[in-house]
T-cell receptor, first 109, second 115 residues
């Protein structure tokens, strides 16, 4: 069954520390993966998609098919990165998404 | 600003009393989605419309229905809400729903409480 797992509910770091938000997936096929972010009092929005291989706000994510992972990384966390982060897997046509349960990132000064 | 709007933002209803949640969009997108997100859980897709074509997820309860009278509006109807339907309901849109370069745009959500 298709599934997305984010093992950490909360990740707490200090400003300037490296961040890695973990995401593992289960999918029978070639996966298309995304990271969505929800800042406080804002709506859910796309952060990045693996196919673009882009860096957004200093975040990157590499698809590792061997480990079925798509971890989100940033070398130096900023306080404004504090938010809820969701990993998502595209499941079939019409861009249907399966979300993980999310990880709350808290960056402390 | 072009956006996805949901009304109301908060809704309280009684057990068994029908409720309708509204979503509108100014993006002129073809696809509209409804997700249910219970506390501390992942958003879960209930159904989506591609234009006027309705697509139900296999495990969406029959209690949940949807209408899309035109491109801009989509409604979520819960015919007989149960306590377990208390959740945040998210509406989203995408231009074509046709691939990985398409992006879903989310509304702010409606928080539904069933008493």
């Amino acid at each position: 069954a298709q599934r997305v797992t984010q093992p950490e509910k909360l990740l707490s770091v200090f400003k300037g520390a490296p961040v890695e938000l973990k995401c593992n997936y289960s999918y029978s096929g070639s996966p298309e993966l995304f990271w969505y972010v929800q800042y406080s009092r804002q709506r859910l929005q796309l952060l990045l998609r693996h196919i673009s291989r882009e860096s957004i706000k200093g975040f990157t994510a590499d698809l590792n098919k061997g480990e079925t992972s798509f971890h989100l990384k940033k070398p130096f966390a900023q306080e404004e990165d504090s938010a809820m982060y969701y990993c998502a897997l595209m499941n079939g046509g019409y861009n249907k998404l399966i979300f993980g349960a999310g990880t709350r990132l808290a960056v402390h000064p | 600003d072009a956006m996805v709007i949901q009304n109301p933002r908060y809704q309280v209803t009684q057990f068994g009393k029908p409720v309708t949640l509204s979503c509108s969009q100014t993006l002129n997108h073809n696809v509209m989605y409804w997700y249910q997100q219970k506390s501390s859980q992942a958003p879960k897709l209930l159904f989506h419309y591609y234009d006027k074509d309705f697509n139900n997820e296999a495990d969406t309860p029959d209690n949940f229905q949807s209408r899309r009278p035109n491109t801009s509006f989509c409604f979520l109807d819960i015919r007989s809400p149960g306590l377990g339907d208390t959740a945040m309901y998210l509406c989203a849109t995408s231009r074509e729903g046709g691939g990985v370069t398409d992006t879903q745009y989310f509304g702010p959500g409606t928080r539904l409480t069933v008493l």
